[in-house]
């Protein structure tokens, strides 16, 4: 969380909750949470983190506490609250809406390994979801189960406000709930789901390409708010299935989705939406053919039955991708609106990033993708708040290096360590943590600014690291770097996370010995 | 100085008047003479015994699995005034004990020295030994230690804390138990009542002789409490 670091202490039934205090102290503050805890999800906002518990399982009279989701705040003046719901079957997964209003527990893909508390119930309904509100009048969460066509729930989108039905007159901002199972893909309207007279229905899509009987498992989703279009790709499937929300009076939603497919010639690994200079497209990346394709959405919108696709050769097979615009947009300052993507993979063959411009802008008259050249296969690509830089975390086998990706000047700068790191951003975009997690006390701060080092090193080995904000977040406020040490009843080393030094760091012993 | 006065002088005047031991019948079970004070109530004795206490508190939890502190007892007393069958005898006394158990996988070891004035009055029944009460001020030191991984160096704290005992009790005269004999007596008693020993927090910090050059925070395990209930059963010599 951004001011608090939470540990939940399962065998006395509490979250332990450090945030700042001075000269390298830390607050402890303990609260309760429903017994035999599932797994736990922060707020994309860093202010809330979201608890499950099964609770109490075979119930008796001296045990007999409901599953429950606890929601544990920190907010900015580093007041600790929490707030309990129940529920009536546990579950073990959890989704977060960015935007604050909902939060969902869910059977999940991996039950069994969530669920580590009691023996689990003889009969468990999977497809059973249950929404919390966490805005508005309506204060209950509401259990709700999906249809079934042997599918059960896998992952969880949430939409921004969507204009539906798509182009309609009447269309009105609505959220939804995308939910992708290990058959189809599923739209529940959140706007309509606390409705007094209930939810309305969920509307299943399967996906199929309508030549054979096999249905296909999605494999990730992109939506576009502003047309009422989503976007699904596969795990073994060439097409991308296209289905606009379009309005439907007859149905009990007043949309429906028209799905048209778009084949790119290849397994696609990732998507989005982009904004080019010709229009918004879908942008689908295929690794096995080392090139992306386009897709024009506007025929899906006329509900032409044939989409129009234009493929773009890459230099690399790159298998994921991400919207740089806003980063890099400020630098051109006479750019269109087409948008600038992050192209980077970490499947064998590939190598380093690639910036790809989907219009032609005063910043790359010349050509659309500009490679950054790094050795190995980038692993992942972490965003730095606030900032125009992106750490890139290569694969293990080219250890011992992870890389500084500015985005305005288009350098990748090296920062070398002697094992594989693994890294921690500051919240506050300032600096970035390299530890390794692998018994080892070697912990440095590289200032994003200079890209100078500081090394450091604890006395217990360090397990992992949080830079917490103290007082005025959003100034130059105090911030500490908690280490944590998975040993005995957890410690931690605490650093000034501004000026970290071990003349001044200070040692936390037994964090779960404390308290109640 | 006036109680021990008057005991020396009760003897003085017991040696230097036959004519009044004559004629006052207070004959021993041997049928001899008395000519000194009768060592069951007038005496220098050392017991030495088990203590057994039970402590409620929450603060000894982690020390202990079932609230008892076992200690060793030593004590020494000396009647310093006596009258009928009542005497008086202050002395010093020793109790030492520990207890460890494991919390949350840290051993953790308790001890406890209580050093204190006993403050004992007694109601002598002659062969059959005698009743007492006795009130023990004094300090307790009490040393705390857990050791946990995630502390470089042993989490302890040691403090010294006002202590007083309150306890009624019975010593049975084992043998000899007649007045004349000038061998030492062998007493059994046992005595039971309360153990008052003042709070204390329990902020426990690393120690200082760490081979660690980080400093460290303190830990609270909240308030220890060593107050509570107690038995003993102890053996004594008196001579």
């Known amino acids: 969380m951004n001011s608090g670091v939470v540990i939940i202490d399962d065998s006395a039934h509490r979250a332990v909750v450090l945030t700042w205090a001075s000269d390298q102290q830390l607050n402890r503050t303990f609260l309760p949470i429903g017994r035999n805890f599932t797994s736990a999800l922060a707020s994309p906002d860093g202010q809330t983190l979201f608890v499950l518990s099964a609770g109490d399982w075979p119930r008796t009279p001296d045990h007999n506490q409901s599953p429950s989701l606890t929601a544990i705040t920190v907010d900015t003046n580093m007041k600790v609250s929490e707030t309990q719901f129940s529920m009536a079957e546990p579950h073990s997964s959890l989704a977060v809406d960015p935007n604050g209003d909902y939060v969902v527990a869910f059977h999940g893909p991996n039950p069994a390994r969530a669920f580590n508390g009691p023996p689990m119930p003889f009969a468990e309904n999977p497809n059973e979801i249950v929404i919390f509100p966490l805005r508005g009048a309506v204060t209950k969460p509401v259990s709700y189960t999906l249809q079934s066509f042997g599918s059960t729930p896998q992952r969880l989108t949430f939409t921004q406000p969507m204009n539906l039905p798509a182009g309609a007159p009447n269309a009105m901002a609505r959220r939804l709930l995308l939910v992708e199972t290990d058959l189809n893909v599923k739209i529940l309207d959140l706007s309509h789901f606390f409705d007094a007279k209930g939810p309305r229905p969920e509307i299943t899509v399967p996906l199929s390409t309508g030549m054979t009987a096999q249905q296909l498992a999605p494999a990730g989703l992109a939506v576009d708010p502003d047309d009422g279009i989503i976007a699904v790709r596969t795990t073994s499937d060439t097409n991308v299935y296209l289905l606009t929300l379009l309005a439907s009076p007859t149905t009990a939603n007043d949309f429906n989705p028209s799905i048209n497919l778009a084949d790119v010639g290849g397994i696609p690994s990732d998507l989005t939406f982009v904004n080019t200079d010709t229009g918004k497209r879908v942008a689908a990346l295929v690794p096995t053919k080392s090139n992306a394709v386009l897709i024009d959405t506007t025929t899906s919108l006329s509900q032409v039955t044939e989409t129009v696709t234009t493929t773009i050769a890459l230099p690399s097979p790159y298998s994921k991708l991400s919207l740089v615009t806003s980063a890099v947009a400020s630098a051109c300052s006479g750019s269109t609106k087409a948008d600038v993507a992050l192209l980077w993979g970490d499947s064998v063959g590939s190598s380093g990033v690639a910036l790809w411009a989907l219009g032609v802008s005063g910043c790359t008259p010349y050509r659309s993708v500009q490679v950054l050249a790094i050795a190995d296969p980038v692993q992942s690509v972490d965003d730095v708040p606030r900032g125009k830089l992106k750490i890139l975390e290569a694969t293990a086998s080219s250890g011992g290096a992870f890389f500084v990706l500015n985005l305005l000047d288009r350098t990748a700068a090296p920062l070398l360590t002697t094992s594989t790191p693994a890294i921690s951003i500051a919240p506050d975009g300032a600096r970035v943590w390299a530890y390794d997690p692998n018994n080892s006390t070697d912990l440095a701060s590289v200032d994003l600014t200079t890209l100078s080092p500081i090394p450091l090193t604890t006395t217990l080995p360090i397990s992992t690291v949080y830079d917490i904000a103290g007082p005025n977040p959003d100034s130059k406020g105090p911030r500490s770097l908690i280490a944590i040490h998975n040993t005995g009843t957890l410690g931690a080393t605490v650093f000034d996370a501004r000026n970290p030094d071990t003349t001044t760091a200070r040692i936390v012993p037994s964090l779960l010995l404390e308290g109640p | ?239």
């Open chain 2, 1 to 239: 100085v006036k109680p021990l006065t008057l005991v020396l002088g009760l003897g003085v005047a017991a040696a230097a008047s036959p004519a009044i031991a004559q004629t006052t019948p207070q004959l021993p079970e041997s049928g001899a003479p008395s000519t000194t004070a009768d060592t069951r109530t007038v005496m220098w004795r050392v017991e030495m015994g088990y203590r057994g206490s039970y402590l409620p508190s929450a603060g000894y939890d982690p020390f202990s699995t079932n609230d008892l502190l076992p200690q060793f007892s030593l004590a020494a007393t000396r009647t310093i005034w006596n009258a009928e069958d009542v005497s008086f005898a202050p002395g010093l006394a020793w109790d030492f004990g520990s207890a460890g158990a494991t919390s949350r996988g840290d051993t953790t070891t308790l001890t406890m020295n209580r050093l204190t004035v006993p403050l004992e009055g007694r109601l002598h029944f002659g062969q059959w030994g005698y009743a007492f009460l006795r009130a023990a001020p004094g300090i307790a030191a009490v040393k705390v230690q857990v050791n946990d991984s995630s502390s470089p160096d042993p989490l302890t704290r040691t403090r010294w804390l006002f202590a007083t005992d309150l306890s009624a009790g019975y010593a049975w005269l084992v043998w000899p138990k007649i007045r004349a004999a000038t061998s030492p007596r062998l007493w059994f008693q046992g005595d039971g009542g309360y153990g008052f020993v003042a709070d204390d927090s329990l902020t426990l910090v690393a120690n200082s002789s760490s081979s660690s050059s980080l400093r460290s925070s303190s830990v609270d395990l909240g308030t220890l409490s060593m107050s509570g209930g107690f038995f003993r059963l102890a053996a004594a010599l008196s001579f």
